[in-house]
């Protein structure tokens, strides 16, 4: 069974940065795009960022030039730095993995269990 193992989260204070990590373990054969979403307070799920098998890149416009995301392909780990943190950034952050599971299975999307930022003013 494929899960996706979350890490990183939790309280930072305004101007701050924090740094989140996922991980999938269990039969993995391939992954293919990886990303971010998250859901604030009264808010529908948004995309954060997402990031190609390859390295390329896609950010949500509010978020660029604070947020980075960044894979390492041998860990089948993606990563999202966040900085200059602001309340407003408050939210449960969800990381996805297109994980084809051996060579001959079609591509499925994976969710990890979300984690809690919050950003205090």
């Known amino acids: 069974q494929v899960q996706l193992v979350e890490s990183g989260g939790g309280l930072v204070q305004a101007g701050g940065s924090l740094k989140l990590s996922c991980a999938p373990s269990?039969?993995?054969?391939?992954?293919?795009?990886m990303g971010w979403y998250r859901q604030a307070p009264g808010k529908q799920r948004e995309l954060v960022a997402s990031?190609?098998?390859?390295?390329?890149?896609n950010y949500a416009d509010s978020m660029k030039d604070r947020f980075t995301i960044s894979r390492d392909n041998a860990k089948n780990t993606v990563y999202l730095e966040m900085n200059s943190l602001k309340p407003e950034d408050t939210a449960v952050y969800y990381c996805?993995?297109?994980?084809?599971?051996?060579?001959?299975?079609?591509?499925?999307?994976?969710w990890g269990q979300g984690t809690q930022v919050t950003v205090s003013s």
């Open positions: 996805n993995a297109d994980i084809i599971t051996t060579a001959w299975s079609a591509s499925a999307r994976y």
């Open positions: 990031i190609t098998r390859g390295g390329s890149t």
């Open positions: 269990g039969s993995i054969f391939s992954i293919n795009n």
